[in-house]
């Protein structure tokens, strides 16, 4: 296990210094400026001493090289776009707004999906099966912004049940939570159920069921530990994914998160913000597979990490 985690380290590291030089030698060969819009009724005398600082004047690579020493040493600058605000600020102030929304959505999404998918896959009433089939073709066609907006009209406009606005307290985290999960749930709904199946029809489960144990305590320890190791998998990025917020859902609810960042930084050529949001998307993900490979490892001794 050491020498497994040693080795995935050391990828780590390598797939996210790849990810940052290849962010950063695109960004530079997108057409436009940072110092476009409202930045450029600045004085020329401003400009040029703005471009002097940021060494946007200077060769790429001398550029990309600066620019490695400064993150080596933990500074990732300050915004282009904002003036006197450093990058570790913005995210300092919008990452836990948006980790707070995402965690209750991956906890929804978790709790919802593998309760449906179970019910699903053992059920044999054909209302639910219905039920659980509109649920989860629903979730995966329709795309997320329009199912938040009904949830909007239906329980925060027409019924008044949540706040559609801002975070003011626990309720208003219901549905933009429920935006984000929707789906998600449909998606482990799906793996659960077709999962569950799988591992009833093998030779295990029928020996299990000979010796006499219920066919609930058959179902506890055996089928449903099994059926989870494609949900966990899955379940690692869809946690980095979340955590790091939706543009659209944060959007709609008004919520001063992070999600936004990903798409203003890029549209205003914000350079230092869209590395630094690169780098913190990226890592997380990365952590988050090889969590999920352990775990994995963990729930199935049959799997050894080498």
Known sequence: MGKYLLKRL???????????????????????S??????????????ETLIDKYMLDRPIGEQYLAYLKNVLHGDFGTSLNRKGQLVTS?????????MRVGFC?????????????TVGAFSKNKIVQAIINFFSTIGVSVPSFLLALLMMFLFGVWLGWFPIVGLKGPSSYVLP??????????????????????EMRQDYMILAKSKGTSNKMVIIRHALKNAMIPVITYAGPLLAMLLT????????????????????????????????????YGAMIIV??????????????RIRLK
């Open 288 to 301: 988050a597979n090889v969590i999920t490979d352990v775990i994995t490892a963990m729930v199935d001794p």
């Open 105 to 117: 959505g991956f906890c929804v999404a978790m709790i919802l999906g593998i309760i449906m998918g």
């Open 245 to 280: 917020g939706s543009f659209v859902i944060e959007t709609m609810f008004s919520i001063p998160g992070i999600g936004s960042e990903f798409v203003t930084s890029v549209s205003n050529r914000d350079y230092t913000l869209i590395m630094a949001l690169t780098i913190m």
């Open 10 to 32: 050391v990828m780590c590291v390598v797939t996210l210094f790849a990810l940052m030089t290849i962010t950063f030698f695109l960004m530079h060969l997108i057409p436009g």
């Open 34 to 47: 940072p110092f476009a819009g409202e930045l450029s009724k600045l004085p020329n005398v401003v400009k």
């Open 177 to 198: 939570a429920l935006g984000l999960a929707m789906g998600p749930i449909a998606y482990v709904t799906r793996l659960v159920r077709s999962s569950l199946q799988e």
């Open 90 to 98: 913005i995210i300092a102030k919008g990452f836990p707004v948006t």
